[in-house]
């Protein structure tokens, strides 16, 4: 089996997570880690989860106009999360209205990955590029970020091989 989702990562961590799966034991680790459940269940308690964090964490950061569970959004496109911003014109002024989109799986993930994939999204809202500024962020938000990307990435290696 290749491991998707951690490409990028040392052989020495690939090779603990490769003897992991192969004692049947990923998604119970995991599971230790990350033990409770993604409490946010419709749209209403996403959209104020969302913004609660953002008035934490971003105050000055531009509005949100809408944040939804999107079951289109699939992770073998990479895409956990979206954030865009949707511009038109409005009385000779160019207005923009964000939106978030969380794919609907992490309605069935830990808490913790639903938070990572939140502080990731409302990083964008500052930051467009995937770069040193933007994981700064994204730490500054959650520290445990990187953590919780790669325990992320293992819970969805779980899912793959029927472990999670």
Known sequence: MTLKYLHGYPPALL?????????????????QRHPEPAAIR?????????????????RSAPPLSKVVFDPKLHILNNALGTHTAIS???????????????????????ADFM??????????????????????????????????????RLWLTARDIGGG
Do not use: S
Request: with cysteine; hydrophobic share 45%.
């Open 88 to 110: 038109r014109v409005q009385g000779g002024q160019l207005k923009a209205k964000r939106e978030i989109r969380i794919a609907t799986l992490f309605k069935d993930a830990p």
């Open 42 to 58: 419709n749209e209403r308690a996403l959209y104020d989860y969302v913004c609660e964090m953002k008035a934490r964490h971003m």
């Open 115 to 152: 938070r990572m994939i939140v502080v990731h999204e409302l990083a964008h809202l500052k930051e467009r590029a995937h770069d040193k500024a933007f994981y700064a962020l994204c730490c500054h938000m959650e520290p445990d970020y990187h953590q919780l990307e790669f325990d992320l």
């Open 15 to 31: 090779a603990q997570v490769q003897g992991l799966i192969d004692a049947g034991r990923l998604a119970e680790v995991v599971a």
